[in-house]
């Protein structure tokens, strides 16, 4: 919290510095918390990638919280749209189905609307349409291929464990939010190309730890072969982590998501493994900003619609690194090698977290 | 304190009875039906607080299926909890299999032992597919009985309350009810009751109603317009009878087992010869002196009668007048029971019958004199009959003298003054032979041939008639020539029948039996105007019997006899004579039947 206060204060600085100059103006609705009440840090780290890449970017972020309340996202949007002097950007969520409305209400703003992290689902494309269609201001949609992520969580357990068989207990988020959807997409997709996968059962929490312990301990119950278990974010696994422990089972637990307490718990040989990669969204946003900002589409790069592989596993020999990376020397997060417009290079935007492992290496 | 009670029960008046009867009954019925409708009322509670844990638990078994199956304990709690404030709800316990208990929510009761109503459902996760339903846990309802309790203690109170009110209002209204409908009625005819025992028979009830009071008052109303007529009735009739007593002539009294009179009328005090009837009974009962007509030795003779028959009926006294002149009295009397049951005055009847018994004594020596002049009588008419029987035998005897005679005279005739005719006859015949044909005298003799023969069929006749000849022959023959004769002269056609052999009678029979068909035989030609007559004699082993038949006018045979008719006496005569059976029957129009049976047997005694 005292980090996303010192990051709000260096945006700040950033304005007065820079009052002068047309900066671009980016409000990022973020259906997380702002302060850390048991869902984790992942909205609060977004903000912060967000807020290191505005200052990289010389862009003024102003982040609104909705504290998990889709209702009053819903407001904070429509107080957004009312504004006399209305953002250039806004960044919403499609969290818990919400960026529908959120899109009518902002379709007569002049702000250009960006949805990150939860894509539009089929369904309500069919109302509201595709980017720069019926509502033109909807310049783009930027996700994680969470599918993809998924996909590598399941197929990093299954290597850990032997690929012997295994049975496998999944905890995801809410159903109404596409990601928690995708993520287990991704898992069910792997099991089903392994011969000795099996799942015994899938059920949906609401992100949160104790949930997850919760269902996790009452799924061990239920399932005695089980011996690997998955959680759609960090928090949950941490939760189910504790459930198995509790339990004296020997389950290998993976995560979704590289909070500060799971990446110690893998380095500590808690957690197997996990997705990391998910709270940068808010920060390659931006970099797609800026580089639309500045004449740089990126829809000419991928289209406007954005399902970028940036997911990669933590697992034990790279967590101490990537958490040193992330939570220590946040100032030293560059996005600027991931733009196009500051750098001349074609194709597909690649926001892979190798180049800034090396960036950050670099610049240690 | 049993005596005191039924003593005081018993002097409860019929309005208090009623409403005590009343409330105890209602008491039991209400009793009763409340405690029927509090348990009634409990069982249906528990029954539905059953039913309602029941529905509960199979509710949560469905509704829990997807919360336990992804182990959403959120909507497993909110499910708990949205029944939980529910006052009848204990707990609601949620188990995982193989887990224990996910969720738990718990009501504000405390449970004690035995009030609660627990049903557990399993919770089966039905695997879509051909998978078999898989028990992924419990659901564990308890509902306190505490609240179904406390209901049913309120509806207890309630029906109770009710039930007491209920029965307030029905006493009250009962009370005001009965005392309009029991009590006022029954104080009016207590009243109109007391009025005619006071003698006020021209009281009244009024008559309010048509139920049993009403009737009853009309009955009353009825009764006591009875009452009047018969009192009416009863004062008539006692001024009727008591006028028949005091003008009777026959004394009546009354006479208890001391002999004292107790009632007289004044025809008894006039009989026994005193100025009024009550001189007789109080000089019988304060004098002491035995003035009384009835002496005590009587006394107890009459009481001892009368205990023995029951009666005393047309007992003659001689009693003694007041101034000692005796009669004759004749006394009818029956007892008079006393109400212990004893028998008590003597009830009589004095009739005075001197004066019958006088004229009775004058009829008895009347009746001896006349016995006198019968048994005089009688001898007289014993001497008539033997006189009557005298005259009988001497015409019998005179009857058959002249039969006789009749008989010696036709057989002089016959036998004499024939043969001197047949002679005459001869000769005169013999001297017409002699004289010239054709001459006068020839003539004359031939009229004189004629009156020979002339006289010769008179004679015949006269014989004929003074006994035919054919009787000689038998009675067949002279009834056969009697028919044929009669066929002769009449011109009438007489049928002559013998069916049996002839009989064989004497000469006096046989005469007698001809004489009276000959005399049948004459009426029937003087008088029946008969257009064919017959003639039946009939020899039986019964008897012999005659009948003369006729289809001629007939008579009145009563009248006949009535009057003179001497053919029919004659005829009777004969019949008695020979001991013989006369009937005759005939009615006008009718013809004439006239039949003799000859009961007894005659031997005729041989000819010699």
């Not at chain 2, 005298?441 to 004929?464: D, F, G, H, P, Y």
Request: charged share 25%; hydrophobic share 45%.
């Amino acid at each position: 919290m005292l980090r996303a206060g010192a990051y709000a204060g260096l945006v700040n600085m950033i304005h007065s510095t820079h009052a002068f100059e047309r900066r671009p103006h980016v409000v990022f609705l973020n259906p997380g918390e702002s302060a850390e009440r048991g869902t984790g840090q992942h909205w609060q780290l977004v903000s912060s990638f967000m807020g290191m890449a505005a200052m990289t970017f010389n862009m003024q972020l102003e982040v609104l919280y909705a504290e998990r309340d889709h209702l009053l996202m819903q407001r904070q949007a429509e107080e957004v749209a009312r504004r006399s002097f209305p953002p250039d950007y806004v960044i919403i969520v499609n969290e818990k189905m919400a960026a529908q409305q959120m899109l009518k209400v902002l379709a007569h703003s002049p702000s250009k609307i960006l949805v990150i992290h939860n894509d539009l689902t089929s369904e309500q494309r069919q109302y509201v349409g595709n980017e720069r269609e019926k509502i033109s201001n909807w310049i783009g949609t930027l996700t994680a291929n969470a599918e993809l992520g998924g996909f590598r969580l399941m197929k990093f357990l299954y290597q850990r464990f032997g690929r012997r068989e295994v049975n496998v207990i999944g905890i995801t988020g809410d159903p109404n939010t596409p990601v928690s959807l995708e993520r287990a997409a991704g898992v069910a997709t792997f099991l089903n190309q392994t011969a000795n996968g099996r799942i015994c059962q899938l059920v949906f929490s609401d992100w949160s730890r104790a949930d997850s312990h919760q269902k996790a301990r009452v799924l061990l119950a239920r399932y005695p072969e089980a011996n690997v278990m998955w959680a759609a974010n960090d928090t949950m696994a941490l939760g189910a982590l504790d459930a198995v422990k509790l339990n004296n089972a020997h389950v290998l637990v993976g995560g979704m998501g590289a909070l500060k307490e799971a990446l110690e718990s893998v380095i500590h040989g808690g957690l197997a493994g996990i997705v990391a990669g998910d709270y940068f969204v808010g920060a390659w946003a931006m970099v797609l900003l800026y580089d639309y900002h500045w004449g740089k589409d990126f829809a000419k790069h991928g289209g406007p619609r954005l399902k970028l592989d940036y997911l990669g596993i933590i697992e034990r020999t790279n967590a101490r690194r990537f958490a040193d990376v992330v939570f220590r020397r946040i100032e030293a997060f560059d996005v600027r090698p991931y733009s196009k417009h500051l750098n001349q290079r074609e194709g597909s935007y690649d926001f892979n977290l190798k180049h800034l492992l090396k960036t950050t290496t670099r610049s240690l | 304190m049993r005596v005191r009670a039924k003593f005081s029960l018993r002097s409860l008046n019929l309005h208090t009875k009623l409403m005590l009867s009343l409330v105890v009954l209602v008491a039991a019925v209400a009793g009763t039906s409340a405690s029927m409708l509090v348990e009634h009322e409990r069982n249906s509670r528990l029954l539905a607080l059953g039913d309602r844990a029941t529905r509960i638990a199979d509710l949560f078994s469905q509704s829990l299926v997807l919360p336990l199956w992804n182990v959403d304990l959120r909507a497993i709690e909110n499910q708990l909890a949205a029944l939980a404030p529910n006052p009848e709800v204990a707990e609601f316990t949620v188990t995982a299999a193989g887990y224990g208990t996910v969720a738990t929510v718990k009501g504000s009761r405390h449970l004690n032992d035995g009030e609660s109503v627990v049903r557990v459902r399993a919770i089966e996760y039905d695997p879509p597919g051909n998978a078999p339903k898989e028990k992924i846990g419990e659901i564990r309802v308890v509902l306190t009985k505490a609240v179904a309790q406390e209901a049913i203690n309120r509806a207890r109170q309630a029906i109770f309350a009710i039930m007491a009110a209920l029965l307030a209002v029905l006493y009250a209204a009962s009370f005001l009810l009965l005392k309009r409908m029991v009590r006022s009625p029954v104080n009016r005819l207590e009243k109109m009751v007391d009025k005619i025992a006071g003698g006020d028979l021209d009281a009244r009830c009024e008559v309010k109603s048509d139920d049993e009071l009403g009737r009853l008052a009309a009955r009353i109303n009825y009764m006591a317009d009875q009452l009047r007529t018969s009192t009416l009735l009863l004062q008539e009739s006692e001024r009727k009878y008591r006028s028949i007593v005091e003008n009777a002539v026959e004394g009546i009294f009354l006479l208890d087992q001391a002999g004292n009179l107790a009632e007289a009328n004044p025809a008894m005090a006039q009989l026994l010869g005193y100025d009024n009837a009550c001189d007789l009974t109080v000089s019988a009962e304060s004098d002491g002196r035995p003035k009384s007509p009835f002496s005590l030795s009587l006394t107890a003779t009459l009481f001892k009668t009368l205990n023995a028959d029951g009666e005393i009926r047309g007992l003659e006294l001689q009693l003694s007048r007041l101034d000692g002149t005796p009669i004759w009295v004749q006394l009818n009397a029956r007892g008079l029971m006393g109400s212990e049951g004893s028998l008590r005055y003597l009830e009589g009847l004095l009739t005075d019958v001197t004066a019958r018994k006088h004229a009775l004594e004058d009829l008895q020596l009347q009746r001896d004199r006349l016995e006198l002049e019968v048994s005089e009588r009688k001898w007289t008419e014993l001497e008539l009959l033997a006189s009557r029987e005298r005259l009988q035998q001497l015409h019998a005897h005179q009857e058959a003298i002249r039969e006789e005679e009749r008989k010696c005279i036709a057989m002089e005739i016959h036998d004499e003054l024939g043969q001197l005719l047949t002679a005459l006859k001869m000769d005169l015949s013999l001297l017409s032979m002699q004289l010239p044909t054709g001459s006068a005298v020839i003539q004359k003799a031939e009229e004189m041939r004629e009156l020979i023969e002339q006289t010769i069929r008179i004679v015949r006749n006269v014989v004929s008639h003074l006994r035919p000849t054919a009787l000689n022959y038998g009675l067949a023959s002279a009834l056969e020539w009697l028919a044929a004769d009669f066929s002769r002269h009449t011109k009438i056609p007489c049928r002559f029948q013998s069916t049996h052999p002839e009989p064989n009678l004497p000469d006096p029979p046989a005469t007698a039996i001809f004489r009276i068909v000959q005399e049948s035989l004459t009426n029937v030609a003087r008088h029946a105007k008969a257009s064919q007559v017959d003639v039946t004699l009939a020899n039986t082993d019964a008897g012999i019997e005659v009948i003369i038949r006729d289809n001629g006018q007939g008579f009145n045979v009563v009248s006949a006899r009535a009057g003179y008719s001497y053919g029919l006496h004659g005829m009777a005569e004969r019949a008695r004579l020979i001991r013989a059976q006369l009937e005759v029957h005939s009615k006008p129009d009718r013809g004439t039947l006239i039949r003799l049976r000859l009961l007894e047997t005659f031997e005729k005694p041989q000819s010699h």
